[in-house]
C-alpha cells in the first residue's frame, strides 16, 4: 500500500504508464502507437490546468514550484544555449529566465522540445519573443538543425520506452550537447536510499560529473536528485 503511494508521488500518471508499459510489452500497441497515446494524455491534461505551473506538469503552488526547480540552478556553471527537453508550455524556462536574471546569474539563451503540437503552441503564444525557439519533435528521434547547446536538460527519461532509454540518452548526448557543454537529467523524484537513476546510467557506464539533491515535500522517503553529465 506504501508503496504505491509513493509510485503515485513520484509519478502522478503511474496508472496510465504502467497500463501502457504493459501494452507494449505484451505487443498489444506498437512503439509509435505508445508515443502517440503519451502524447495524447499529456496534452489533454496539460491544456486543461488553469494555470502555467498546471500546464507545464507541475501540481503545485508557486512555493513548490520554485523548490522542486530553482535547484537547476546549481548545474548551471557559465553562460551559454540551454535547451529543455520535454518543454510543455515553456514555464519552466521562462521561471529560470526571471531566476537568473533577478540574481544577475549566467546569460542563457532559451530554447524549449515538445513531442506535443499543442503544448508548444502555447508556448509560443505565452512566448512570442521566443517564438523561433521552441520547436515540435520526437526527442528520440528530433535532431536540431541549429547548433548544439551548452545545457540540455531531460526531466526524465521515462519519455521513451523503458528498453530505449539508454539509446535515448545516447542519441541526446550526441546530437543534442555541444563539446564541452552539459546533459542535466531531472529534478526527478526517487527514493532517498535507491538511487535507481544513477545506478541505471553507472550500468551504461555514465558516472555523473555533479548531483544535487532536495528533501521531498511530500514523503520522507523521498529526495530529488539532479544529476549532471559534462561532455569533454
Ligand atoms: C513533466 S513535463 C516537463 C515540463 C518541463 N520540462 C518542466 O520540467 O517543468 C513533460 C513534457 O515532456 C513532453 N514529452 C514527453 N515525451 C516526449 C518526447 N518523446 N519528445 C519530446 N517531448 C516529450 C510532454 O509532452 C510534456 O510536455
Known sequence: MEDLSIHKIINRAYD????QQKLLDDGAITEEQWFE????????????????????????????Y?????????????????????????????????????LGFYELEWYGLDISKGLI????????????????????????DVPKFDFVCVKELSYVPKKRRRA???????HYVAPGGRLI?????ERQEARELENELS???????????RTHPKHKMLTRRLLWFDKP
Open 168 to 174: 535515448f540518452l545516447e542519441h541526446v548526448l550526441q
Open 121 to 144: 503552441e502555447l508556448a509560443k503564444q505565452r512566448l512570442p519573443e521566443w517564438t523561433g525557439r521552441f520547436f515540435v519533435g520526437n526527442a528520440f528521434t528530433w535532431v536540431p
Open 37 to 64: 497515446t503519451h502524447n495524447r494524455f499529456c496534452t489533454a491534461h496539460y491544456l486543461a490546468a488553469d494555470n502555467p505551473r498546471g500546464q507545464s506538469g507541475h501540481s503545485g503552488d508557486e512555493r513548490h
Open 16 to 19: 496510465f504508464v504502467e497500463e
Open 66 to 102: 520554485f523548490q522542486t526547480h530553482a535547484m537547476l540552478l546549481q548545474a548551471i556553471h557559465k553562460n551559454g544555449t540551454f535547451i529543455d527537453v520535454g518543454c510543455a508550455n515553456g514555464y519552466l524556462l521562462e521561471s529560470l529566465d526571471r531566476w537568473t536574471k533577478s
Open 185 to 189: 537529467l531531472g529534478p526527478n523524484s
Open 203 to 213: 550500468a551504461w557506464g555514465y558516472e555523473p560529473s555533479g548531483n544535487a539533491e
